[in-house]
């Protein structure tokens, strides 16, 4: 049944109902700065039946007081976000992702990676751990993260929807590695204290379910692709433990000759690969017998062992000889080795990348996987990821220094030496921008997948937060059946909330994401009022207006027109296709560029052209 309050609206053979309401009390009016559970429920209008295998898109935007929302204006809207001109973002884009970036200190940042004027971008919300973490692993659903504190003795538990401590679990001396097996069941946390070994932690109560005595020394993790064994590496004891995870009891453990210092579980292969950096061996180990099915030799200094997505070809580094190999897990032979100076440490996977991170280098390396295993060597490109190398933060992770992106081909590369996250879209040159993480040094990064997603049939559902009060529209589209339609929701004010109204408010003639034509002269008009004066006309002769094309390009200052009745005018000519911006600003009060609401508007050649007749 649809919530308490839901609009329903039949369109296409389709039952859709659409409700808002905040996380933890269903059918309760939103407040300002809550986190809202977004949720559409769809069925067939005539059988009542779920309907599934649906891909809804969504953006909230403000819904101006006294504006009513028509059909026209709902297609306007959507055909604005629908354009794909870059720079053109809603108040809230649905089609999209929060950054989640673990920090050198005690706190995690959520972060929009969208970045606007000035580079700047937006501090979602901050997190404050009970210690500093030192590894962290996301549940599979993505819904939750667990952050492993060593000085702490704890794990805490992250939920991605509220971006709130849900608890924080004791579970033995110094965690510093966690990893979630493939069925999401349970999280691992490897241990190096007194009683040096794991512990299992239901994910979805947060409980401890057993401690495992496996060996001494650091711990990696993996897991058969069933989840039905556990394999625990014990470096100082240079063995690795095979865990029955039914019965969380130790089957054997294997020994080897130097220190297995990396782990992976094949899925092609089925075999357990281990990298043993003092042997300068890969090992593929039968489960749950042990056995050792090949050996590939690889040279002593092998370090981090990757499984590229698909389960066939292993990507592993080798600091000390400046290299990465590639090896067949079907042949256990090479297949490929690049040459990565810097002393390469880490390498990461987006969906059509391998990214590598060296130590003492300032260049992320890129290896196209569409290339890996073909007769030719894949080219190695890449670009640089800051001035500092990793080598120069203070402390390092073994977690991810790489995010992929949710809704296009880029990835987020953490620079722990410059304390700065690049966003890097595949096929350019150079990161697109980069933030400073609000002072903070980040050390690894995640995404919050904030797109609508089923989670039962006919539900699908996304969780926002809600950054003021007033009216919105949630403007819906889907491909297949082609539908657009709108709904409206109010936010009530949150008295928790301080108040930070701007001394002057901005209302803007011209309809944001409006086209016009490249080359020929625009004019913009807008109003200010004083909110201290209750809407009175402002009429002042300090009002500046920046126009720039995205993504940050043509700066200009414009020549700002007064008009009187506090209306403003400015005429700018757009040179080039594309998203153009016009921020206002008055310094004299504080609104500098970016903090009054700004206007869009989208440059075509082709616009108003005349047409041709045979």
Request: glycine share 8%.
């Amino acid at each position: 049944m649809p919530e308490a309050g839901a609009q329903v609206i039949e369109r296409e053979g389709l039952r859709i109902a659409f409700a808002v309401s905040p996380i933890g009390r269903p059918g309760e009016p939103i407040k300002a700065g809550e986190i809202a559970r977004l949720s559409l429920q769809i069925t067939n209008s005539q059988s009542g039946k779920p309907v599934s295998g649906l891909y809804p898109a969504a953006w909230i935007d403000p819904q101006p007081a006294g504006e009513e929302l028509t059909r026209d204006s709902c297609r306007a809207a959507a055909g604005t976000y629908l354009s794909g001109y870059v720079g053109i973002r809603p108040m809230i884009d649905l089609n999209s992702y929060y950054l989640v970036v673990l920090n050198e200190d005690p706190t995690i940042a959520v972060i929009d990676p969208i970045v606007g004027i000035k580079g700047i971008t937006k501090l979602l919300t901050q997190v404050i751990l009970p210690a500093r973490g030192e590894d962290w692993a996301p549940s599979i659903d993505q819904k939750k993260v667990f952050i492993a504190m060593p000085s702490a003795d704890a794990v805490s538990v992250l939920d991605l929807d509220t971006f709130r401590l849900t608890s924080t679990v004791k579970v033995g001396d110094k965690p510093n590695r966690i990893a979630v097996q493939p069925d999401g069941r349970y999280a691992w946390i490897g241990r190096v204290g007194t009683k040096s070994g794991v512990t299992v932690l239901d994910t979805v109560t947060e409980k401890n379910v057993a401690e495992i005595e496996t060996g001494e020394g650091h711990h990696e993790m993996a897991f058969s692709k069933d989840s039905r064994f556990a394999f625990v590496s014990n470096r100082d004891s240079s063995s690795v433990s095979v865990i029955d995870i039914r019965s969380l009891k130790k089957i054997r453990d294997i020994s080897f000759d130097g220190a297995p210092i990396s782990l992976a579980w094949s899925d092609l292969s089925e075999v357990l690969l281990v990298a043993d950096g003092e042997a300068g061996k890969v090992h593929a180990i039968e489960a749950p017998s042990g056995k050792v099915r090949a050996s590939l030799d690889l040279g002593v200094g092998i370090g981090p062992l990757r499984m590229m997505p698909g389960g066939r070809y292993g990507f592993i580094v080798n600091p000390s000889e400046d290299k990465v190999i590639v090896f067949d897990t079907a042949t256990m032979q090479t297949a490929h080795e690049f040459a990565v100076p810097g002393r390469p440490f880490q390498v990461s996977f987006s969906r059509n990348y391998a990214f590598v991170r060296a130590l003492e280098s300032t260049r992320v390396s890129m290896i196209k996987l569409s290339e890996v295993g073909g007769r030719n060597i894949p080219a190695v490109t890449g670009f640089e990821a800051g001035e500092r190398p990793p080598s120069d933060a203070p402390r390092l992770l073994p977690s991810n220094l790489f995010a992929t992106a949710v809704t296009e081909a880029a990835t987020l590369a953490v620079s722990p030496g410059d304390a700065t996250v690049y966003y890097y879209m595949e096929g350019m040159n150079a990161p697109m921008g980069s933030f400073r993480n609000y002072g903070h040094r980040p050390l690894s990064a995640l995404v919050a997948d904030r797109t609508i997603k089923e989670v039962s049939p006919g539900e699908y559902v996304s969780a926002v937060k809600i950054p003021a009060s007033g009216d919105f529209k949630t403007i819906l589209t889907m491909d297949s059946p082609q539908m657009i339609e709108c709904f409206r929701f109010s936010a009530e004010k949150n008295p928790l909330i301080e108040v930070d109204e701007a001394p002057l408010r901005i209302a803007f003639e011209t309809r944001s994401g409006s086209i016009v034509r490249t080359g020929e002269q625009t004019t913009v008009r807008f109003k200010l009022t004083d909110t201290a004066r209750s809407g009175a006309p402002a009429n002042r002769e300090d009002v500046r207006v920046l126009t720039y094309r995205a993504p940050g390009q043509d700066r200009t200052e414009q020549t700002v027109k007064s008009v009187g009745n506090g209306t403003y005018e400015v005429n700018f000519t757009p040179l080039h296709d594309g998203a153009h911006y016009i921020y206002p600003a008055v310094d004299a009060l504080g609104l500098t560029y970016a903090k009054l609401p700004f206007l869009t508007v989208i440059a075509r050649d082709e616009v108003l052209a005349p047409r041709t007749s045979q």
